[in-house]
């Protein structure tokens, strides 16, 4: 991808809010494609992500309609038909009315400010779910990923076996021509061969399948798929040192704590006054003059009793903002246990791998020597064949923990929001959002 893409956390949600191109238009084949690459168009594929970022639209909107409270409040009136006034002067007959009016709000005791402070938290907390999603995106699009280099090397590994398979059938067909062992050994290897091959197309499928799944989400289908990144699994901290500060989903909590508690307290000054001035002239038509009514007026609205609406209200903001806290507590308890059962899972990945590695190399020195001790008829075929055996299942084990290895370390990354950045996606620090290039 040679083109240089910023998004800003403004136009990111912007333009994904209004794209109107489906989702799940036709793939694109290019030759290669490496991680970073295939995340980039996971971002602009995944229906989650312009999903949330028109969530954020409407927090801005909810915010906007909370600061028109302080805006002055324009208004037409206009009416027509039979009105009878009654005075003291008599009688007066009005059969039209038109006038404009004008009110603004002058103090509530800090309501439309609250409305304004709780609305900006929300948006706050949006604007951080985002960046989750977008952590949550490129984590399916890796593991997925990491499921296409594993059975690319399982069908390797199985293709290299046939090949030794062949090998052999091919001494054994020497040995029989030669006199020196029976047909059977031909026969044998013939049936370890089938087993192998049934092993291929098995890989070869679930290695169809794995293409498929990152093809949806990323849009791309390609040849060749580069290697992983080698840092994506070296940069590693311990669950102790977590930052929890730094972790959208936290923030996203936390600020919706902010939210609640600003919740609160436009519940608390539903209690006051509300002070407004009022402003307007009106243009009345009686039956022998017209006239107009100007009028211009201080006005405080003062609530005494509402059956206790208000208190309720109170409470159910109060509740809100209980459920809120424990939110955050929640979501550092689920990012813990992510953690640490990743960081379980990478360590045991990686003890396997090795252990995988010093097998292969016993059973490929032992594979040498039966070898020659088959020629001088010192072993069996079904040694040799056994011994084969043994070096698939060492290279089967190694390829599997290694590949087991790399999913763990994505979880653990994507646990903590390291993902982004190990794989080359930096974020802007000023925005909290990723530079995608």
């Known amino acids: 991808m040679s083109t240089r893409i910023v998004f800003s956390w403004v136009t990111l949600a912007l333009s994904l809010w209004v794209a109107t191109t489906p989702c799940f238009a036709a793939l694109a084949n290019v030759e290669e494609t490496n991680l970073k690459e295939s995340i980039l168009f996971a971002f602009d594929r995944d229906p989650s992500v312009s999903s949330q970022a028109a969530q954020m639209g409407i927090g801005q909107a909810m915010t906007d309609e909370a600061k028109s409270g302080w805006m002055p409040q324009i208004g037409l009136t206009a009416s027509t038909g039979q009105n009878k006034t009654t005075d003291s002067s008599g009688s007066l007959n009005n059969s039209a009315a038109w006038g404009i009016s004008v009110t603004q709000l002058v103090y509530d005791f800090g309501k439309t400010n609250s409305a304004i402070a709780q609305s900006e938290a929300q948006y706050e907390s949006y604007r951080y779910q985002l960046m989750s999603t977008l952590s949550d995106v490129a984590s399916k699009a890796a593991l997925g990923y990491v499921e296409v280099k594993r059975y690319s090397a399982l069908v390797d590994a199985a293709r290299e076996n046939i090949v030794a398979l062949e090998n052999i059938q091919h001494l054994a067909q020497l040995r029989a021509s030669a006199g020196l062992s029976s047909t059977s050994d031909d026969l044998q290897t013939q049936t370890r061969i089938a087993g192998m091959r049934a092993t291929l197309e098995q890989y070869s499928a679930a290695l169809q399948k794995a293409k498929a799944v990152l093809a949806v989400q990323t849009g791309v289908s390609a040849n060749r798929y580069a290697r992983l990144p080698e840092n994506l699994e070296v940069k590693q901290v311990t669950v102790e040192n977590i930052d929890y500060a730094k972790i959208p989903s936290v923030l996203a909590a936390r600020a919706m704590v902010t939210s609640a508690q600003h919740g609160v307290e436009r519940a608390k000054a539903q209690h006051m006054p509300t002070v ?61 246990q992510k953690a640490s059962a990743a960081m379980a899972d990478w360590k045991g990945a990686r003890g396997r791998e090795d252990a995988g590695k010093f097998q292969l190399v016993n059973a490929e020195q032992t594979r040498r020597v039966y070898k020659h001790e088959y020629t001088l008829s010192k072993k069996s075929i079904n040694d040799l064949l056994s011994v084969e055996q043994d070096v698939w299942q060492a290279e089967s084990s190694r ?20 993902l982004l950045p190990l794989i080359g996606i930096e974020k802007q620090a000023s925005k909290k959002l990723p530079d995608l290039q």
Do not use: C, H
């Not at 407004?276 to 017209?290: F, M, V």
């Not at 290694?402 to 903590?416: H, K, L, Q, R, V």
């Open 276 to 336: 407004s001035l009022k402003a307007g002239r009106t243009r009345y038509e009686s039956d022998n003059r017209g006239y107009w009514d100007d009028q211009i007026q201080l006005s405080v609205d003062a609530p005494l009793y509402q059956g206790g609406a208000v208190s309720a209200r109170v409470d159910q903001a109060e509740g809100a903002k209980a459920m809120a806290a424990s939110e955050v507590d929640q979501v550092r308890y689920e990012i813990l």
């Open 399 to 418: 390829i599997n923990a290694e590949f087991d290895g790399w999913n763990a370390a994505i979880s653990y990354a994507t646990a903590i929001d390291n």
